[in-house]
């Protein structure tokens, strides 16, 4: 048996250069992603099988899934117009504030994330675990800003 405390849920959108042809949409249609090329922090994570998955059942597919390292390198390569990723709001304003990203919203696309703090329940918490748990409580109290944006049409700035 677990204790699950969840901290916050997330919805990645569509980062990418703004001057690519997606960016004045307010909402991108998953099919306009057809042929284009991914960028990702690594090819085997969940999110990224998850996310793949679904774009096949739609018939959607990547030209290329190229794994850059983190999300720092996946905004720094968006903005070079090198391919577009997936985060949510919150990564890419802490990591890559610029006038040159984007985000957007896709239309067909649902794939909503839960963090949480899982720890066994048949412990007693020790000093570390209870102080993790603080921590991650106030990091996320921290982020709440960006974590519940959901404008439609953002700037990253």
């Not at 204790?3 to 307010?26: C, G, I, Q, W």
């Not at 992603?33 to 998955?53: F, M, W, Y």
């Amino acid at each position: 048996e677990f204790t699950y405390h969840k901290l916050f849920d997330d919805e990645p959108r569509l980062v990418m250069n703004s001057r690519n042809p997606l960016a004045p949409l307010e909402v991108v249609p998953v099919r306009n992603l057809a042929n284009k090329t991914l960028l990702v922090s690594r090819h085997d994570s969940h999110t990224i099988r998850a996310l793949r998955q679904q774009m096949s059942r739609k018939g959607v597919e990547f030209r290329d899934v190229v794994a850059v390292g983190g999300a720092t390198a996946t905004c720094e390569m968006d903005k070079l117009g090198q391919g577009v990723a997936l985060h949510p709001d919150w990564v890419v304003r802490h990591v890559a504030p610029s006038p040159l990203l984007v985000t957007r919203p896709i239309d067909g696309l649902r794939l909503t994330r839960t963090w949480a703090f899982v720890c066994s329940s048949w412990t007693m918490p020790t000093l570390a675990l209870r102080t993790f748990r603080r921590l991650s409580s106030q990091a996320v109290a921290e982020l709440a800003p960006a974590v519940n944006e959901r404008a439609t049409a953002d700037v990253i700035a």
